[in-house]
């Protein structure tokens, strides 16, 4: 075995291959060499015997295999196609182990979840629900559309609405303490009226105005200039970086206030952006992770979403990207903004894939709608022809979007070894620091980055001088197979290319979109003329409060995945709503339970952003939960240092000074490159943590001078990258506008812990 994975590392890329039952690790050494001829045709890469399902999904992708899994973009039926389809797979869900395993988990014995599911599946094939006004009471016709894990907890729902309405006049005496426990946890986790939960928001009629339409139509821009005109506002975005900027525009005047005159805003168009520009506004920001306090009291502020504070009135309000409301995993912040937030004016602006739920939304609130469309500011093309894998054809503004990393840095290397260009990188695991400065790098014009390669990160977030975006692939690995990237993604991609107002002078204005090989080529000519598929639900959080109540109806020794599981799958939501999932929730419950946290550190922990999946940070990640559980106190420099991230980043720190060994061993920046963005991810949790628990996580400000040196760290290992590939690291440098504000570092944390105990308040946590 041993001798298979060693030749099988000197042939492949620089990758780590394991053996599953030694957990053994053998590092290869880069590609052989070997002599072919001038005009041999590239043979594609032969996987090793043993592969993970990113590596099989790489040479997939490098094979070209056909079969790909289309896309789960809900079809929505009619309601006797939906009415049809309950009855062919509601009988067949309620005979499934993961169904009576859920209600074993709730406390009910095995026997009694098998009569009691075998009971509801004669019910949906009898004539009980033949009856119209009888099938109105439940949550059928949710099943139009719903993808696989939506369809099982719409199916999960109805069985329990059966179960509180129908059950116990159905079966006999010996079933009364199962029906009467799963009703009592249904209960607890039922939400019928969403918009009563928030009393400040209904004490005032509030104006929404939609902003909506394609990638760079400025519809954002529009928002943001009634929010630099108010007298009080706020920007919510998904992002850190998308809340950066904004916060930096704001305070550089780089937004012209909805009062400007035209005259006016050419005459401070002259002006240079600083925070003397006469439309500067002082602006605070606030993140999970960072806070940047101007002023105390400042007028402005820009934050995630998550961090929105509801209760606190404000005149204005943007939030971005408003599609997301339907996000499985993070569209409960957007629901909580919408039917919460205390502010007369309310700007959402996003897809108008949204409007149809946002006007059901706002019914249900009684407040005012107002929908605005926009078109697209410059056109969008797409080439007739591909580039044919060659990349002598490419030039300068060019973006490629692949979707591993794996793909990023081959094609870096490739571009970087045939061509005179350099590639500047961005992708999802970058820290947003090190994305900002590859973006100024490849917007720069004049740095030789002239080409950027990139994850669908770029599609969000970043404004980028891109003159044509290339799909190398146009499918997306999503954990368990390759599938068709949806039309909302190839249109949110491609629709980067020719932003208005950052062509280079000479450019021809607008955009244009190709992919690197003929047969991608057909997919995104398809996809980009089709409508958006309307989203339908909104995603509701899982509150704090329910959790203590559903875990004293469940058994002691109920597990976190059995505690969340509970409010996914046993409550009744309104007709617009469907509940917020949790990404890899068995795998977390597993990691979190054998640790023997306490519920309240355990519900804490569910929402820190740990890379639960990026093996090589598993065993900080135990660390960490350890010492916050055991001594309530985390200590970030033995922490590093007990893991060993302290020694791996003066390792690199000495390679930046003297070009020597790393760790003794030849300096690979692609390996070093990922070592540093996991232990940025655990300097990302740590702070995260000490904004939620102070105490326990008290160094914030170490925690913010090791990240600043991990970020320039990572900063130098793209530039070797560069480098090593045959390009010159540039040196990039330019002086910081913002750089003049002198912060108020001693209201940082007293500021979060008043915006996160408002918010807990608001929401019922506190």
Known sequence: MHGVLLRAASRYPPVLLRTPSLGLRFRS??????????????????????????????Y???TRTPELTPPPIPQFTSHEDTLLRFRELGPEWARTSAARERL??????????????????????GQYFDDPLVLAQYPVFKLGGADHLDADIVHSQTFFKWIKTRAASQLGPSLQDAIARLTKISEAVTQKHVAEGFERARSIRRTFIMHVGPTNSGKTYHALRALAGAKTGIYCGPLRLLAHEIWERLNLGQVAPLWATPEQIAEAAKIKSSV????????NMLTGEEIKVVKDGAPLSSCTIEMLALARYRDVAVIDEIQMIADPFRGSAWTLAVMGLFAKEIHLCGEDTAVPLIQKLVEETGDELIIRRYERLTPLIVEEESLDGDTSRLQQGDAIVTFSRTSIFALKAKIERETPMKCATIYGNLPPEIRSQQAALFNAGNTGYDVLIGSDAIGMGLNLKIRRIIFDVVSKYDGSSDRLLSTSQIKQIAGRAGRFGMQNPGDKPGGFVTTLRSEDLPVVQRSLPKPNTPVRYARLPIETGSILLVSALLPKDASTQTIFSAHMYAGELPDNYMPRTVPKLDTISEFLDTRDLSLASRSLMMEAPFPWREFLVQDAITKLLKLYDDNSFVGLQKFLEDVGFDERLRDVENAMRTGAKCNGEPFQPS???RNLEAVHKMIVVYVWLSFRDPIACAEFDLAQEIKTRLEKALHWCLEEMTFESGGQAAKGKGKDPMASIEFAPRRKKQLVTERLEERWVQRGMM
């Open 29 to 58: 050494g880069g590609p052989k060499k070997s002599r072919k001829r001038a005009d041999a045709k590239p043979e594609p890469p032969r996987p090793p015997k043993r592969l993970s399902p990113s590596r099989a999904a790489y």
């Open 60 to 62: 997939a992708r490098q």
């Open 104 to 125: 074993v988990s709730f406390g009910v014995s095995l026997d009694d979840a098998r009569k009691l599911l075998s009971a509801y599946a004669a019910e949906i094939e």
């Open 276 to 283: 003397n520009h006469p439309f500067a506004r002082e602006c």
């Open 671 to 673: 390996r070093e490159l």
